[in-house]
C-alpha cells in the first residue's frame, strides 16, 4: 500500500524559505510509472499546484512559483522535497504531497497534509 | 484567478441528481483529459474522475463525468448525505504550463 507523508516545520517567518519533504512508503519513486508533485491549499481556498518530479529527476513547476520553488527527489531515500524560498503570510497554506502516474495528470495518491503558517 | 470555473455551490435533495460544471477553454479542458476531485473539510483530495470520464478503482458507479469542447461535467446520483464535500475539476492547460485547479464547488444535500 503505497503512503505519502509530509514533514516539515509549522511556522516559517517571513522572507524566510520554507521546507519540507514528502517520505513514500510501499513503492519505490524512482519507478518508470510515476511523477510526484506538491499540491498547496490556503485556509479556506482551492487547490494550487506547485510542482512534479519525474522517475527520472525531470522537474516542471508552475509559473506562478517556478522562481522560488525548487522540487528535487532523494531516490536512495524514497522521498522528494520542496523548497520555497522569500515566503510571504500568501504562502500559508495546507501543503500536500502526492503521485500521478506518468500517462494521466491526476493525482491518485495523496499525503495527509501539513499547514505552514507564515508569521511576521 | 483560476482558469477553470465552477459554480460555487449546488444542493439537492436526497436521492436526486446534481451536476457541477467546469469550464475552460481550448488550452485546458479543450486540448487534455479532465480529472474531478472530492474533498472533505480538513481531508486531502481524492480522485474521483480521470482521463474525462474513468473512475478509479473502489469509485462509486454513483459518479460519472462527461466532456463537451471546453467544458466538463460531473454528475452525483443517488445524492446522498455522504457526498457533501467540495468538488474540484482540473486539467493541464497546454499555454500556461501549468495544471490547472477549477474554483471549487460545495456539494449541499438538503
Known amino acids: 500500500q503505497v503512503q505519502l507523508q509530509e514533514s516539515g516545520p509549522g511556522l516559517v517567518k517571513a522572507s524566510e524559505t520554507l521546507s519540507l519533504t514528502c517520505i513514500v512508503s510501499?513503492?519505490?519513486?524512482?519507478?518508470?510509472?510515476?511523477?510526484w508533485g506538491w499540491i498547496r491549499q490556503p485556509p479556506g481556498k482551492g487547490l494550487e499546484w506547485i510542482g512534479s518530479?519525474?522517475?527520472?529527476?525531470?522537474?516542471d513547476y508552475s509559473p506562478s512559483l517556478k522562481w522560488r520553488a525548487t522540487i528535487s527527489a532523494d531516490m536512495s531515500r524514497d522521498s522528494f522535497s520542496l523548497r520555497l524560498t522569500s515566503v510571504t503570510a500568501a504562502d500559508t497554506a495546507v501543503y500536500y504531497c502526492?503521485?500521478?502516474?506518468?500517462?494521466?495528470?491526476?493525482?491518485?495518491?495523496w499525503g495527509q497534509g501539513t499547514m505552514v503558517t507564515v508569521s511576521p | 484567478q483560476s482558469v477553470l470555473t465552477q459554480p460555487p455551490s449546488v444542493s439537492e435533495a436526497p436521492g436526486q441528481t446534481v451536476t457541477i460544471s467546469c469550464s475552460g477553454s481550448?488550452?485546458?479542458?479543450?486540448?487534455?483529459?479532465v480529472n474531478w476531485y472530492q474533498q472533505f473539510p480538513g481531508q486531502a483530495p481524492k480522485v474521483l474522475i480521470f482521463?474525462?470520464?474513468l473512475l478509479p478503482s473502489g469509485v462509486s458507479d454513483r459518479f460519472s463525468a462527461s466532456k463537451s469542447g471546453t467544458s466538463a461535467s460531473l454528475a452525483i446520483s443517488g445524492l446522498q448525505s455522504e457526498d457533501e464535500a467540495d468538488y474540484y475539476c482540473?486539467?493541464?492547460?497546454?499555454?500556461?504550463?501549468?495544471?490547472?485547479f477549477g474554483t471549487g464547488t460545495k456539494v449541499t444535500v438538503l
Open positions: 502526492a503521485r500521478r502516474f506518468s500517462g494521466t495528470y491526476a493525482f491518485e495518491v
Open positions: 482521463y474525462d470520464v
Open positions: 481550448s488550452s485546458n479542458i479543450g486540448h487534455h483529459d
Open positions: 482540473a486539467a493541464w492547460d497546454v499555454s500556461l504550463n501549468d495544471y490547472v
Open positions: 518530479v519525474s522517475y527520472s529527476g525531470s522537474v
Open positions: 510501499g513503492v519505490s519513486i524512482s519507478g518508470s510509472s510515476y511523477y
